[in-house]
């Protein structure tokens, strides 16, 4: 974080990266929480959304999304005019979109909606999955089951499996296979775009590349 | 921690620093449990204390917090007297001041309670944000998701927002903008006053300026 | 992780070693999840999944268990052919050896049935002891307080106790002894298990002794 | 862990004092899960002895707590036989004490009773804070709020306090000072009696001290 905020920055590879980074954190955490808000009391809607915000911190290069730190952050001189105002307006736009595609969602039928949540919760997992490929130590694996348990309470059915195999394994115990595909297709396609995000827009590898071109 | 405790402590700008840093300690602990302690049953309150107090003691320094912390640790001559009755007064003040203030804004209506709350609560997360800018590891990711749980556990009625973009995606969507602006004003007021308490009091620039003058 | 996959990879003792970690991985993960969807809510499966599989990446050498992560790391050729396909097979197995047990298991008395998820849980906990021996940092105190958390929230019945003297105590106190061998005669042989499982097939020792030979 | 086991060991500080932490572990555990085992559902004590174990873990350096798991390290040669067994009674003992301990509590009146579950609460919650004194580290506040939710959860009636001013806040704001001297009384003497047997025995300056005697 750097107080200077001069337009040449807008040519940046990492600014667009980090700008895209606030969008993405926004729109996973206000999807976690409106999903996880169809649960009775205050506690699984927290935990969900404090475990997706502790975790997309390690994926995505400790974003704020969240405009009051952002204006915190301003007002301290930590962040210059031009890259919280890009940020600002992408954390708005990745909450708006989120609540956006919830709603939509909702208007879906049971297997669509159960689809939708799959691909999302797979995608914040999958994400933290990538991120932390590289490092095998205990702080690693406590993220991922932060991950899992987000993702878990998201969705306003019976949460997020997240996982083709845990669903496999009783569909062929107890001979229910109804919609048995989503819990294939879901996973599958969050994971792979996660992927995808991850080697070309988020992961090391991929800043270095857009830092040379 | 020293055990030596001598009258020229009182001019030294580190020895207020930690005294100021248990009464903060102390008020916002006290007013994360009051807060939480609407929700039926033990857990909530639980939660939301434990991960406050754990996330407080990385973004201020390791304060006990604790009358019966600050008591053993004189018994046992890792404080000086002088100290240990200044961390007393301290953390009583704060408790003290947590609790009058609770019992106050109870009395307010609605969006003043949820004014108040969302101010109290963002102001805990931006403490820790603050304090924690400069690691990117994935514990400093856990502690900004335990400060996240725990301000969403705190406010009698529907738990902290902290964050406006979460609190406008849904707004646009529904149509519903009663009370709106609570949801900006409160989190950004709270964000900018933790980043001026860290910036000019707890921060590390902070205290060498304090010692040098 | 190597995006090459050739032939003689099935003649290393730790290509064989991964994959069947996979599959105890997947087996453990969704025999939790399973045992701890008795609870009502979705709170309490979604934690000791998180939770075990945190623990488990720890103990295992970060297996994925979850077709979905694997497919996504095959797509972004992270992963040879070859060996996500084993991984994938094994996942599978994983998951349905675990529906299978679970199932026959509810069809014994309550004895039966409690000895066996007394097994299933320490077996997951022992496996995270043995792993973090060597480690007294505080991670791994959290890990092993993971792994207690998520065999505790599993059994459909009142949790697993994992722990004989726990089971001791109150019975002496009270009076009350039946069944009371299930409580040392279940953990001891999830525990002998896992150890004799880290020794000869997952430990550091067990791997270099299977590369060397 | 040493996996020979000589009659000399038996004139070792080292040796008593593991045998000796093996109890308090077991006894804390156990009295952990019994105290929270009040509340309904299987969350509560679960959460409650996983955290506590956890940070026990740490505080203790690493004892197993758990005869199934000093069996399995037995069997695998990594711990000796003389070890092994005093290992064994001490960890019966522990828990045998802290299950009668919980009985004669629940005979006490009200005052009492919340008087013992304090200096029970704020003990482990003391040696926790002792042991992580010379550390300020982020998983070290991980390990105090664990501690903290843990005690939280402990005792029939409404939890612990385990802090005086939490206490004294709402006290003084309400004006109810019924046993409000159990919220001093309590956690000072836990706290004290802490610090005391970390000084002495526990910690690494006690131990050099009873090497070379």
Redesign the interface.
Known sequence: ?TSTSRPQELHSGRFWREVLAEAVA?LI??GV??GASA?P???????A??????????AL??P??????T???L??H?LGALRGAAVLLA??A???????A??LVSAAGTAGQALCWEIFA?FQ??LT??A??N????????????????G??TGPF??GS?????S???A???GIWDNHWVY?VG??L???L???CY?FIFGPGASREKLCA
Do not use: D, Y
């Open positions: 974080m926004t955490f206000t929480v409106l649960a009391g205050p506690l699984v809607p927290a935990l959304g404090g475990l997706a915000a502790g975790t997309l911190s390690c290069g400790a704020q999304a969240n405009p009051a730190l204006l915190a952050l007002c301290t930590k954390q708005c990745g909450a708006v979109l989120a609540a956006t919830a709603r797979t997992l999958a999955t990538f932390s490929t490092h095998e130590s205990v702080p690693t694996g406590l993220a991922l089951g932060c991950a899992i348990i987000a878990a309470l019976s949460g997240m996982n083709p195999a845990r496999l394994g009783p062929i115990v107890t294939w996973p599958v969050g994971a792979v996660a992927g995808l080697e």
